[in-house]
Antibody, heavy 117, light 110 residues
Framework: EVQLVESGGGLVQPGGSLRLSCASS????????MHWVRQAPGAGLVWVSR????????NYADSVKGRFTISRDNAKNTLYLQMDSLRADDTAVYYC??????????WGKGTTVTVSS | QSALTQPRSVSGSPGQSITISCTGA?????????VSWYQQHPGKAPKLMIY???KRPSGVPDRISGSKSDNTASLTISGLQAEDEADYYC??????????FGGGTKMTVL
């Protein structure tokens, strides 16, 4: 069974940057599409970004376009989310998830990002 | 990328059935069959329950089912059990390589 482990969350000031990582145990990681999904405190799930297995296609929600960058290192079985120009409303638990049939079939436990001065 | 519309809450007694609706647009739910449903218990990560409108991943019981009509997808849970009490989210692929979630439904077992 595939396991995903996020890391890199923490407290950052508005306007700052943070890079999240997601380590995957998948034997086919280089073929797996991967997503980032976030959940603000007491709120619902929001899709953030998706990257294809070879990294050639990347898509973003309008709310993070131009500020966040999704990437991956298939040699390290690791997914990343570079978050710049952070705002208070980016405060959330960030989950990475593996795609299967345009759904998210495996999820990590999440990492918490808090944007506050 | 407008969020899909779900009822804020639903409830049912043990053994009964409940249905949660998820209304989107012709640009997402109405056109594509890539609708999925997730269960989330407090403090836990979401769990995939249904994909492609009505398909169940391995390990999800057959008392969980999904359907779709026009711009509205639905999740039905039959034979309600205490452990079904959770938040449920629908999600649809938008056809432009973006995904959109519903606002979530809190399901209470009375």
């Amino acid at each position: 069974e595939v396991q995903l482990v996020e890391s890199g969350g923490g407290l950052v000031q508005p306007g700052g940057s943070l890079r999240l990582s997601c380590a995957s145990s998948s034997l086919t990681f280089s073929k797996d599409w991967m997503h980032w999904v976030r959940q603000a405190p007491g709120a619902g799930l929001v899709w953030v970004s998706r990257i294809t297995g070879d990294g050639s296609r990347r898509n973003y929600a309008d709310s993070v376009k131009g500020r966040f960058t999704i990437s991956r290192d298939n040699a390290k079985n690791t997914l990343y989310l570079q978050m710049d120009s952070l705002r208070a409303d980016d405060t959330a638990v960030y989950y990475c998830a593996k795609d299967a049939y345009y759904a998210m079939d495996v999820w990590g436990k999440g990492t918490t990002v808090t944007v506050s001065s | 990328q407008s969020a899909l519309t779900q009822p804020r809450s639903v409830s049912g007694s043990p053994g009964q059935s409940i249905t949660i609706s998820c209304t989107g647009a012709s640009s997402d739910v109405g056109t594509f069959n890539h609708v999925s449903w997730y269960q989330q218990h407090p403090g836990k990560a979401p769990k995939l329950m249904i994909y492609d409108v009505n398909k169940r991943p391995s390990g999800v019981p057959d008392r969980i089912s999904g359907s779709k009509s026009d711009n509205t997808a639905s999740l039905t849970i039959s034979g309600l059990q205490a452990e079904d009490e959770a938040d449920y989210y629908c999600c649809s692929w938008g056809g432009t390589n973006t995904w959109v979630f519903g606002g979530g439904t809190k399901m209470t077992v009375l």
